[in-house]
């Protein structure tokens, strides 16, 4: 498992059998507070641009794992997820004795593209 920040992303081949990107997600514990969002997928062309193929809000109160899913269409190739977390919660900020001053977006415990 690794927290996000603000903005994270990753690269997935696709085989053109999937129609979804699912990230398995953790909110944090409750005093960090909800957290708000949205995935977005692109298809990475050869020439290096990103033609966007799907996009998906997400919503996930304080202490709370979920399976967010974006469904998408793309042709097979290569794939860029994009996870955009807000607000940041930063635990020194919101949990008493901590020492942590990162900024939090979700933590991330699996990817997987799926039919």
């Known amino acids: 498992m690794r927290w996000s920040g603000g903005r994270a992303e990753t690269y997935l081949g696709h085989a053109g059998r999937a129609d979804r990107a699912v990230v ?3 909110s944090g514990e409750s005093r960090l507070g909800p957290v708000t969002g949205r ?7 050869t020439d290096g641009r990103a033609t966007r193929a799907g996009e998906a809000p997400f919503s ?9 899913a974006v469904p998408f269409q793309a042709a097979p190739g290569l794939l860029r997820l ?32 799926a039919p």
Do not use: I
């Not at 995935?39 to 062309?45: D, K």
């Not at 996930?60 to 967010?68: G, K, Q, R, S």
């Not at 919660?89 to 001053?101: H, M, T």
């Open 24 to 26: 398995r997600a953790y």
């Open 39 to 45: 995935l977005v997928v692109e298809r990475m062309e």
């Open 60 to 68: 996930l109160a304080p202490d709370t794992w979920a399976d967010l």
């Open 82 to 113: 994009t996870l955009h977390a807000e607000p940041l919660r930063v635990p020194q900020e919101r949990v008493p004795g901590s020492r942590d001053g990162r900024g939090l977006g979700l933590a991330v415990k699996r990817l997987w593209l």
